[in-house]
């Protein structure tokens, strides 16, 4: 058995892979929100599309921020739970 200090700290691929997950769902928010203004907007469109792909991309992206920060402290409540057995 190893002398290693009790933490609930994920380990660091699980904080990785969560923002990468952060990332690509800002990806998909801004394509979703561009395709979705592009779709219904005539003529000068620069503008309508860039905001919505803003918007789309932080509103992706804070939702799955949550997820993932949900997702990382159940993650370091079960490791505690495991290293405390």
């Given at each position: 058995?190893?002398?290693?200090?009790?933490s609930a700290l994920p380990s660091t691929t699980?904080?990785?892979?969560?923002?990468?997950?952060?990332?690509?769902?800002?990806?998909?928010?801004?394509?979703?929100?561009?395709?979705?203004?592009?779709?219904?907007?005539?003529?000068?469109?620069?503008?309508?599309?860039?905001?919505?792909?803003?918007?789309?991309?932080?509103?992706?992206?804070?939702?799955?921020?949550?997820?993932?920060?949900?997702?990382?402290?159940?993650?370091?409540?079960?490791?505690?739970?495991?290293?405390?057995?």
């Amino acid at each position: 058995m190893t002398d290693r200090p009790l933490s609930a700290l994920p380990s660091t691929t699980a904080r990785v892979v969560a923002f990468v997950s952060i990332l690509v769902a800002g990806l998909a928010g801004g394509t979703i929100g561009y395709a979705l203004v592009d779709v219904q907007c005539t003529g000068d469109c620069a503008v309508p599309t860039g905001l919505g792909m803003l918007i789309g991309s932080l509103s992706f992206a804070a939702g799955m921020s949550i997820v993932a920060v949900l997702g990382l402290r159940a993650m370091g409540e079960w490791r505690e739970r495991n290293d405390v057995r």
